[in-house]
Structure formats: C-alpha cells, structure tokens
C-alpha cells in the first residue's frame, strides 16, 4: 500500500503537469515499485496497510473516483494555486492514513527509506525485459501500455531469447517478476492452468479428432476448456504475440511471480506461477501451472536480476 | 472566511445526502450567518483570514472547481466510505488553513464559540422579512433561490409594510442587512446611487420630454443614466416585483447594509447603504444611494432585529 | 393519481424557482398527500384515473421523460415568458386527462375541496416522526432525501420511542403510515416477510451454527433467506440505522401501512403491514410481516395521528 | 404566424417518426407555406398573431427550447404512448394561442381553409427552381439543407436560365419568391445594397487601382466596403456558386421578394428587392438593391409561377 | 459489397451537406440497390467481397465508428476543404479495398455498368409498394423511417390490396422483394415460421382454452411460443398496423425473399420467403414460413415488377 | 510539411497503443524533428509542400478535427482491424498528397533518406538542454509538456548554465534552436522585442518613478509596454522559473532561433532571435531582440550541438 500511495502522488503531479495526458488510474507496472524502493523506501504492509475507510476490503472505487474528479478540476485552471497538492494529499490522508515517516516493524523503528537500506537489496541489479517488433532489438524502449505512466523502460529480446532469459533465472535460483495479460478463456485459475489451447478441429489428430469430430465450435471450445487432459496448444510466435498485442488482444497485463518450471506427462514444458490471488479458490494453495507457449503470446515484461541473463544476451544489451 | 468555511462543510454534508439535489456553490444568505453564529461560533477576519494559497486575494475558482468535482464523484457511489468526508475537509484545510479551534484576538484568546459569546448578540432577536404573493402573507417561508440551500424562513409581509418595517428600524437607530439583485442597469456602483428609471418617453413630461424627444430607444437609455439629474421612476406595485422574481429577472441577490434614510433635491426618499466592494470606485466611499423604488422592486429580503418592527406588524406575524 | 398531478404541477413550480436544484422525480413523501389534502383537497381513483394514454396501466417513463426535458428546457432561460407554465399543463392534460374540476362519486357531485371536506379529516392532526442522529432530538426538521421535495418537517425521537409509539397507536386503533427502505435482502414481499438476518456464521448458535458448517459466504446467505424456519436477526441500534442512512443503504424508501402487531412461534415481534404492490405474488393476500428489527432499521419516517402519541413523548415535542 | 404553427406540428410529426433524423428548428422554406396553404388554408397575421407569451415581439428560443427537448424526450421511449402529441399541442397552444378554427377578418367570418379559398390562388401554379451541377439539370430534387425538412422539390436549370426565368418573370408583371444566403459582407441591408465585389488588388483598374494602391488587404475591404461608388464585381460561374454551396459558404438562406429590375449609373443591373427587416435602419424604406453577380452566387432557390418561364425552358423541365 | 460501399460515399455526401440531420448508419432499403444498380452499375459478391481488414467476416462495427466520427468532424467547420471526400474514399479504400474500376467475372472483364447491363434488368420496371394511413392512398410518399436516407418513394394502397399484390405475383411467376419488421416474438427464424398469436386466454376456444387454463401470462405465452401446433392469430386490420408503426414497435426493418406461397393443415395462408441468414440454423434450409396476418401487421414495403400488379390497382397507381 | 506528415503517423501510432492517454494535436518538439530526420529522412518544403486541400495556406482545423476523431474512435473497438492504419493514411494522403517516396530538388531525384544524407548533419551530435528543480540537475529527464509526445530527453542543468552554453555557442558559431513560452505581455513581436519590465511602482526608480507616479496599476501596464525606452526588468531566478512551470503560466512553447547577441543602450544583454512569424509585421524583418531575463525565465528548453557546450558542463552531464 505504501507503493501505491506514493504512486497516486506521483501520478497525480505528472498528470498535472501533463494537463491530462497519461492514464490517471489504480493499476501501475513493476518500474513503479522500483522506482518507489529507490527514491522513497519501502513499508511492510503489516506496518502500513493503509485502509483508512471503514473496511476491511480495499475497495478504490471511491478513492478512484474523487482523485479523479480531483485532478480534473484542477487542470481546467488557466493559472494553478499552490494549494492543490495539499489538498490532493488531504484525499489521500482521508483514505490511505497518514504518511507513514516512521513506523515499527518486529520491534524496529523504521523510516521507509531505512526500511528500504536494511533489506540489502540494490535497484540498479534489477532490468525489465520485453519482446516486441515494433521497437529495434536489443535496445530499451518505453511498452506503450496505459498503466506504464511512468514510461518505464524495458530491454527488447527476441521471444526465444526471452523464454532463454527465464529458463536462465530459474537455473540459477533466481524468481522472475512476470507482467502477463490473464484475460484469455486458456487462463484459469481456479484451475491451477493456464495454457493456449487450438481450438481448431482440423489441426487436431488422433483420439481428439475422433473424440470431438461433429460437435460445433461453441460445444468443442467448452469440450476443451475442461481441461480433463493435455491439450494440443497453439505454436506461439514472434508475429502472432505482436499482432496481438497491435490489435488489443493483449492489454490487461497483471504482475505474477515465475518460481520454477515443470514437465506434464506429454513432456511439455510449464512454469510454476505464484498469484497474489488467495489460495482460497486455486488448485494448487496459491500457485498455478503456465505453459511456455502462453508465456511466449501473453507476457507483457519481466523483471529480473541482471545476473540471471546469459552471458550472450547481456552483451547484446551492453549490461 | 470563517462563516464560508463553516458552510462548505455544511452544504458538502448536505449535497452528499440529497444526492446532489441542491445549489452546491459559493453563494449564501443572511442565515448561512446566523446559523454558523449559533452553532460554530464566529472568528474575526483578521484572526482567521482563510488565504492559503499563494495569494493576497480570494480567488475562490479552483477551490469551487475541486471541492464540486469531489462530490460529486461522492455521490456517484452506491455505498460511502466514512473517508469521504474527512477528504473533503483535508481539501479546505489546503485552501483556507486548518480549523482554528483557537485563536487570539487583540490580545485575549478565544475559541469561535467563546468569542461569539463576548459580542453579547443574541441570533434569536433576529428575523428575516421578504415580501412576495406566491405564499401566504403572515406566514414564514422558504424562499425559493438556489444560493437559500440552508433552507432558511422569512416572515411574508406586503411590500409596503417592508418599507415601513426599514423605515421604522432606522428611526429606532437599528441598521438592516439588505438581501437585493443589484444587475439591474439603475444600479450603479461607481455613481454611488441605485434607482429605477422609467425609460418609456411617452411617460415623461415637461423640459425631459422637449430634451429627449426625437432620441431612439437606446440614445435615451444613454442620456437617462448619465444620471446627470434627478429621474423619473417607475412606480414599483406588488405585482411588479412579484412578476420580476417569476420570470427569473430578480434572482442575483446581494448582501448589502441599509444605515439611514435620505432625500434628494426633488424630495424623493433614498436609503443610505453600505457596500462591501471597497472604497475605491465609489462615489461616496463605500456607501451608496438606493431610491425607494428600487428597494421596493429588488429586494429580496432583509434581516433584523425582531424589536425593529412596528408593533401591529409584529402581532400579525405572531411574534 | 389527483394527487401525483397535484404535486407535478408543484414539482415544476419549484424546480423552476431553484434553477434545477431539486429533485423532479415521479417520487414523493406522505407530506406530499398532507400538502395537496389541506390545499387542493382530493378526489378518488374511481373518478380520476388520470389513464390517458392508450393503457391501462400508468407507464409513467415516456411523461418522466417528457416533463422532466420540458422543465429543464425552460431553466435554460434568461428570463422566462408566462407561456411555460400554461403548457407544462398542457402536457399534464395530455397524459393524465384534464384537471377534474367537478367530478361525481357514487352519485353525488364533488370538486375535489368539497370531497375532501366530506371526509372530515382534519390535516393539522397528522404529524410525521422519524428518528436520526444528525440533528437534536425532540425537533422537527426536513430529512434530507431527494422525494422529499416539499421540505416537510419530522419531529426527531429515539428509535426506542419510535416503536413505542407506534406499539401505542397500534393499541389505540390507529393504522401508521410507514416509509421505509424496502431494498434489503431480508425484505421478500413474496414470501410475506421481512426481517434483518444475521449472515454471520459465528454469530450463530446450537443448530443452526451445526447445520451450516462449512457453507461459503454465499451458499450460507442463500440458505437463510429461504426463510424455512425463523431467523437469527440482527439486534439494530441508533448507531447501526445511522449509519446506514449516511452511507447511502438507506435511500430508497416506499410508502406503506402498519395495520397490526403479531408474534411468531419463538416470540419475537412483527408488523402486520399492507402493501399496495397487489395480492397476486403474495403469500398473505397483500400483506406482509416486517420484525420490529427490520423497522428499527429501515424506517425513514412514520405519519401519525398526534392522538396515538405516548403523553410523555408527546410533551418532549411540545405537541 | 399560422403556417409557422402548422409546421411546427408538422416538423414534430416527422421528427418524431423518423427517430431525430432531420432538422427540428425554427427555419423553413418556400415549400412550408404551399403545403400549409394546400393542406390546412391560412390564416392573416391580423386574426392570428400567436404571441401569448406576456411580450409584443416574438421570442421563440424558449418556445424552440421547450419543444425540441420534449421531442427528444419522447424519441427516447421504446413504445410511445398516444399521449405524446397531445402534450405537444398543448405546449403549441400555450406559446401560439388555440389553433383558430374560424376567425374573423375585415368582419366576415373564416375558417383557415375557407380563407385560402377566398383568396383565388392556385397552388399548383407555382413551382419551384434552383440551379446546382451535382443534380442533373431539367429533373426535380431535394435541395439537401437542413431547413427543407419538407423535402420540397425544385426544378434545376443552368444559373444562365435561373436569370432568364427571374427577369421573364419580372417582365411578364409577377413578383419572385427569393431564397438567398444573406451572409457575405456584401450584403449590406442598412445601405440598401447587395454585391459581390472584387477584393483583390490585381483584378482593379485605373482610378481604382491608385486610389488603393498601398493598403493593406483589410484597409482595401474596408474601403471598399464603405460603397461610396459603384464597385468593381466578381463575375460569377456556375462552378463559383457550386463550391461556395459545397463547402458551407452559401447556407444560411432568408425568403424575400424580388419585385424589380434597375441600373446603376455605369449600367450594371441590379434588382429590387422586398425584405421584411423593417423599414427603419433601411436606406430605401424595406427595399434594397441586389446585383445580378449576387443573384447568381448567393440565390438557394426562388418560388414562381409557372407561366412566368420563358416556353423553351418550359419544355425542358416538362412543365 | 458494391451496393454497400456506393451507399458509404452517397452517405456521406448527403450528411456532409445536411450537417448531420439524417441518419448515418450501416442500414438501408431497397431503393438504394435500385439507384446504385441504376447509377453505378452492380459487382458480383464474388468478384468484391470488400473484405480487407484481416478476417474472413464483415464486422461492420470499427468501419461504421470511424467513417460516423470522421464526417461528423467534417460538419463541425464553418467552411469546407476539397479534401474530406478524398480523405473519407480512402478510409473506405483501406475497409473494402479499392474501388473494382474493371474486374473479371466468369472469365469476362466487366466494368460495374457493363455488368449491370448485362444483366438485362430495367430498374423502371421496379416499384415500391407499402401502405399506411398518415398518408392518402394511391399517391407514392417517401416512408419515415431512419434507413430511407435516400428519400425513396413508395406507392400507398390499403393493406387488402398489399396482399393482392404479392398473391398475383408469385401467381404470375415473381419473387417479391420484402421489407418487415422481424423483431416480433412469433417471428422464430430457427423454428422457420412467423406468426402473430393472439396470446390473451379469453381470445382462445375449445382445447386451447382447457389446456392452458390457469396458466400465468407469462407460462401461457411460453406456451404458445413453443409452436408444437398451430396457433390462433390475432386478425390484423390497417389500423393495428398504423398503431404499431405509430409507436415504434415496427421500426426494425429487414430485407427478404417472398418466393412462394403455402397452406398449413388448418388450411391457414403461409409465405415461403428467404432469409439471408443462413442455413445453420434454420428448419427448412433458410427458408422459412410467414402467415398473411404477419405480412399484413409488420410489412414495411415490397420492392416488385410492375408488371406483377393487377390491372386494376396499377390504375389507381397511375402506373 | 514533411516532419509535420511523418509526426501524425506516428502520433497516431501511439495514440492508439496507449488507448488515447497522450497527446494528440498539432504541436511538437526539436525531438520530433530530430528523430523523423534519423528515421525517414527530410525533404524540403519546397519539393513537398503538403498542400492538398484548395487553398495556399495551412489551415489544419479540419485536418485536426478529422484525425483526432478518426483515432478517438478506432480506440473505442475491444479488438482492432488491420485496416485501421490504411485508412488514416488514406486521410493523411488527402490533406497532404502522397508520400514523397521520391522528388526532384535543384534538379537532383532524392528519396528522403537520401536526401538527409546528402545535408550531412549527424543527429547524434544534437542534444537538449532545460532547467528546472523538480528532476535533479546533469541527468536527462522527459520535459512534461503534452506536446512532448515523442517522450524526448533533455539534459537538465541550472539556469545560469543554460545560459553559458547559450552564450558559447554564439561565441563559437553555433545557432541555438530555442523552445520558449511567448505568451508574456511583455513578448511583443510586432515591435521586435522581449523582456519581463518590472510592473510594480515601488521597485521603479529615479525618473521613471517620478514619471508614472499616481498613474493606476493598468495605466501603468500600458505606459511601460509602449517600450519607447529600455524598462527596468525583473531579475529570473531558478524558483521564480520553476513555479511559472508549476503553476501553468510557462506552457504555450514555440520554437525559435537564437543567432547572435546584443547591448542595448544601457548595456543590457539581449539575444537575436530568429522566427517563423514573417517578416511583414515584424520591426526587424523577422528577426527580434530577447532580454536576458526573458530567457531565463520562459524557456522551455534548447537544443544545440554538444560542440558548443563548454567543457565544464560537458563533464558533468557526462557527455
């Protein structure tokens, strides 16, 4: 929560500045808590859970809605008093609580920048990386995504080399924090799944053919989503994860945590993916299985320690 | 600035649980005055000058641009947070300076309610007076104006005994808060006098007439209010001023100060009034001149002291 | 439907007055039928049907729409002519049929001041009571919902004497004209009861808690309110129904009439309410049960007979 | 003031059928009045002013307000009642006065349509003829304003012809109805004259050309605005008048009467021309002067009889 | 496609010119095919499919917000560049692909025309019937709804001689082109029939009556709609017809086939007409049945060969 | 014209991507001319001048228009076309001709790319400068300016460094390309002049004092903005710089040139100034003289060749 309050600050500045033109909204990228941690410390969450309004819930509709309304009517002036950022940090008061100067964490007092120092952890060892055609390769560009208000940037792979990149971190005991759009029907939690089934009958073989031969396309695609076995999966490419990312297929991205891969009794290859979710209504008490192709057509970015990259690839980027 | 404080909290409140449906804008009546009196207590401006943002003057648009657009995001939600309202005041905090629960004042320190206390008034002496034929006369009524969100009562009265009720407090030596539109083009500030020209050529008689004969509509409106001698008025009925409140022609009302009674070279009855635009672009610093007529047509109502009104008056309002 | 026209009619009257700052809304408040008895008198269904528009039942949507467009057309305005009210009639005559200045009823001639005298009520021993915290107890004051446009004043008690006077109008033969919000899950006028569960599990004892071990959130809710067996319900206090009406979920209230008082097998206390939603989808034939926790909770205001009120309140109110 | 109450019912009738789909304002063309005349008769402004709104001149914005927003109030239903044009008449009756079944002029007694009788004209003679290349010439069609929401026809004919029918007319003794865009600068209706001059420098000769020789392009308007001698004019093509109707120049269309033919000192041919602006800030008491070249450029259609075309164009068009 | 495409760039020049008073959208009537035939000639779907944006489908949606927010930029100026119908032809370009100047055909190079001609078809052969009240009979008007932007007339009979009309067509050999209202529930394109069932109980006799005996309104009309046996009809007059086209239940027009005519068991009048939607689901292989009571309530206009109408009818058409 | 093309695709390319959260409009900065220089080359006005739309002079309102709702409404789609960014060159082709993929300049056929070659200008040897506090100093930062779509870089050094390279790159032969705020008063074109005079009679001195003495604040203004001597200016400091930035009042930046420096009378430092205005209204033919002060207080940023930047400074940026 500390994150983000310290975001619906800063954004609330930027979009000032920028009379309106960047997406003021709840969602961020993995740049925002970097660059949180670095300037501005950090909170546990024991410590600052920031719910301030009567709940138990984070419920940011309201909170959304007013800032909103806030910063809009602030914009429309031709000349700005200087006290409209107090009056923005009033909201923020209201909602989040106060900002937490000092704070006790186990029996410490802490402020959020000594908080930050204590935990060892060093920003400039962390590096996103993405995958997309649109920009020349391996060279930083800003992802064009509404959520990346603060024009974050990510180092450009191609797609093989990005899966080369993960596979790498796994290897080498590192996690990865992965940005991925969970918005298709393959995606399914509460299975504990996520995969890019082919959906198209003329590509299947064997048993399946035969299994589903005659059933209509509604009536195959709810067959399949069962996911009572292996499914075949679309083979992902560089051109098919561009076009779906040109023509908003691929938007709704969601921070994830990649912890360590596994095979399925056909061989295939899965990650193993931490969701911040709850265990409640999720197979596996909070995890879940993604396939390689999923992460190869869906993944957003990654951000990862620049010790977990291949030597070859590294020197691409000239880290 | 304290009474205006008082009152954006006040109709914030009130906005928030009528959904939206009243006047939520800078403008007051007599009672917004004697209500904060009564139940907040009163602050002097040199104690408490509200101005917080960057600036010598009160520039209240950006203020009313941000505290509207906030509630109005309030409103849209289904269930409230107990938040919203603790944001709304952090907003006037940034732009007036915190709630002064203390202050000192030439020497001695008082809390708003103490320092009502020391001006020995009593608000409950104080009444309000209108006069229109859309209610009873006799009776108390909320007058119909956006800016009364308070939902304040005036006592009905005919308009001639609104007169006679101004008239009698001046002789008393009490002086009367003056609630009038002052749009009108008779109203002119910098000349220090406000009346109700008759225009109409054909009612005028004798040298005006010879010396405007043969001017077209606008030249004689011209020549009129130059106010370069005394003019003829129109004579200002019951029905007039009823049909001006009607169709929107009498609704940008003024607090205004009525402090005595004068006549001009011709005999006709003007009262002395006292104005809050500064000293600077007036004729007769800071006070003016109101012709009968025009209080008799503009007025929307006045507050006094209950013992300023003549006793048989007072028996038919049950006071 | 004599009063419904009654109130359009003034409805616009005073929405034009306030430059749009109310509600113009097909809702209402009993002080609406007091309003339009006292100075319009009334007429019944029988004779005015105000069906005018090729159906039988009162689609109010298109007349919404039409009057609510008109009026806000004519705000528009600078300054308005005399012609705006004519034709606001002139649509009222058009949906309602025109104004019933005579009318028969079972044979006799009546315009609707003369019906209303017939009846020999006498307006002035009608009294409105609610009970909020908001404002001082033992007062009358305007409670700020949008229907209740007219401003019409409840005297403020405790909730604790809210049910007593109504237990004692009940006793005395008097029926209570009771507004309330009927949006709760608890309330099914289908089933003929309303009533304030506790949804809690833990709250819960001996079977009850044995039965639905186990359930979720909202297998749980599911299996109370099938109302199978009495409930466990929630003991409401001053504090809870405040709540409630600050943060929105009591708002929507709708007008009804307390006409008994009865018990259930485990003794706890119940309204025998009528209804005017019909008797086809109703277990008692257009009457329903309301606990005396549902009416703690959601009452907005009762309608009175002054008589049928406790002396010892009746002297707190100065009645 | 009749046809202009009938088309206002009319104009509600299609707008509502066609669900908001054409123009609803207060303009009209030609063809409004044939049809009103054909279909309901007429009625003399004496018998039928249709002002009843409180002033002697007609202000229709609040009438035109009220009367849009209530049809498009009513387009927004999914199932209209029958009510809606009731209501509508009834906003009609209270800005126009009741719709005059009989009335009585220079004391006899009429109907609307008994009147249009006694007046022995044909409306069948009267046609009406524009010129504009993206129709094919001698055919009918619907001169695409917004206005003709009549969707009135107009014979089309070469602009050389449309001079030919105008002074054929002129000379066989008939009057022309002129529709024409009355917004180019030269349109002066104070001084009495309508031309298109010549504002480029280049295109001047002689005397002209040194006189202005050195100012700048808005000193060179001005004077030559100031139509102190006769100016010099562009000549106007069929292409000219087309792109100016193309792109938005030539819309803004006014009814008037051309009654005359006449030449300035150097010979040019200017036509005289009746305008209902009045007679007072007019230089030839309502009348005005307008050059053939304005004509040509600016005239949207004119209504004539038939028997004033020249027989071979005539035969052209088939009629 | 050819049709569709033509009709855009009509569009739009006719919106363009009437700034924005018709409507603009993908719909459209038979007479735009007859003017485009007429005009611009006709391209075989096969040889324009005008599918040029990455599918196999037409989705019409992105290519009609694009080309409805573009023109209504254009009518926002107050005068015109020569550039936005280019700039308009090639967003249509970039949707359809460019416009087929010459294209082959069966082996055959065609222009548009040449193909039209080919055909062998006289556009004059073709005429539209419909019939409704709010316009005398015999006499073509243009029909007031939306999609008629073209303003194409229709000859009026009564609804008698509609039906004549299409029984002596597909008598003599001729299909009837079909406009009708499909958004009724008897309309049930997967069962192949459309009917208009009188579903009041009190309207039935003898089983029906016995077997849906207390069935609830909403059961009984479940019932009915089930279609396991022939349904009782409401009698359809001319003015029910005019009612439902009055208050907007018949707006949602369609174009099929008539091409035959049927008697079911009870020996009720069926017409097989054709539906473009396919025949996945549809009884009778895209085919289905009409009752006459359906045709009499919900046709909008029949688009036939002259010829096909009988002799007596053409003359009260003057055709 | 060339840039200006190449910047609207790629703006719209963004625009899209981003779902509408920046900037779309006609503005731009020295990066967007820098990068269309390094990407696609440049070709001379001469040989494109972009004017396709019947007129001489650019009026790009519709252009504008049309574009900004052409992707406004491809954004609302859930998935978007292929053909989407065909039509928008469809739109930009209309407007601005066809893409110069080739052209003839001084006799010599050049592609665009190598006609920038030919300059022989290394864009990598340009770089931007600006001052401002809300981002530390010697590191490049994104200047939040909406016009700043392209997200370029500009170093960020004091102002008093800005203004030594400034002034070493005049000393060395360089131009500076200068992005200012001109909507100062005291910015006056037309007289060829630029500086911030000190308004406030208090800080006047000798004569000037003397001489405006008990003038008004606005006699004042006017009297000082004749310019007919040097004025007393105000002296920029870093804050006063950062909160004309802060509060909106630095926000309407243009780009201008600065090539040389001068003294006035009194030895006061002003910059020549370079604009694109003409040269008619423009004492200096087209040329103009900018105070010290004005540069330090309404730059927006420079952008010059790291060349001219004294070494010092080149250290610190890390250049």
Known sequence: MFVSRDNYEKKADKYVRLHGTIEFAGGG???????TFRNAGIVPEEAYSGINYGGTIHDHSELDRVTRAYIDAVIKGKKLTKSWKKGFNGIIDAYYGNYPETFTY???????KSFAQSLGLNMDDYVGITSFTHHPFYRPFVIEVPDNYIWGL???VTIDELIEIIDNS???GYTIAWGADVSEKGFQHRKGIAVMPDMELNNLQGTDRERWEGLSKTELETEILKFDKPVTEL????EMRQEAFDNYETTDDHGMHIVGVAKDQNGAKFYKVKNSWGTDNS????????SENYVRYKTMN???NKNSIPEIIKRKLGL
Chains 1, 2, 3, 4, 5, 6 share one sequence.
């Open 302 to 304: 990654i951000l990862i």
């Open 170 to 172: 796994i290897e080498k």
């Open 283 to 290: 197979e596996y008490s909070g995890f879940f299985y993604v």
């Open 154 to 156: 990510n180092y450009n």
């Open 29 to 35: 990228s993995f740049e925002d808590v970097v660059e």
């Open 106 to 112: 186990k029996g410490i007092s802490y402020t959020p």
């Open 235 to 238: 083979k992902i490419t560089q």
